[in-house]
């Protein structure tokens, strides 16, 4: 049961994602034929067609139970993890966004070390950010608070 709504949540994702990409202006690779919608859209069409395949084996999967485990309040977290990282992101920026959801979800991952949690939390958005800011020159949200 829990697989059927995570692949029905996905494939909403992917839906919206798709479609906000067709919203963004032209950029500097349509000189090449590939527009700055170009990889948003490729990576939400794959993660529709992979969560419709999700769905679909869940018809083949020999589930015993529909109850829900232990491991579904886990995935219900991290959903509503996902959902406030989406709307953070422009209020509060990349940055702060993406470090706090980063140690959330570790931490919901049960993760012990806390100096690792704290470790990645900060390195990997920090890197990220410095990547697309830097090497890339796109600009990441910066959020209206800040």
Not at 17 to 34: P, S
Not at 46 to 64: E, R, Y
Not at 114 to 129: A, C, D, G, H, Q
């Amino acid at each position: 049961m829990i697989d059927r709504i995570f692949s029905f949540v996905l494939c909403c994702i992917g839906i919206s994602v798709y479609y906000t990409a067709t919203q963004f202006q032209e950029g500097f690779m349509i000189d090449n034929g590939l527009g700055v919608d170009f990889f948003p859209k490729v990576i939400s069409l794959i993660l529709v067609i992979l969560s419709i395949l999700m769905f679909i084996g869940t018809f083949k999967a020999n589930h015993k139970s529909a109850k829900f485990s232990k491991e579904s309040k886990y995935t219900f977290i991290t959903i509503g993890l996902v959902i406030m990282y989406i709307f953070l992101i422009d209020t509060i920026g990349y940055l702060l966004s993406t470090i706090l959801f980063s140690f959330a979800v570790i931490s919901v991952l049960k993760t012990k070390s806390t100096r690792n949690k704290i470790i990645f939390s900060l390195l990997f958005p920090s890197v990220i950010y410095l990547l697309f800011t830097n090497v890339f020159k796109i600009s990441l949200p910066t959020g209206i608070l800040l």
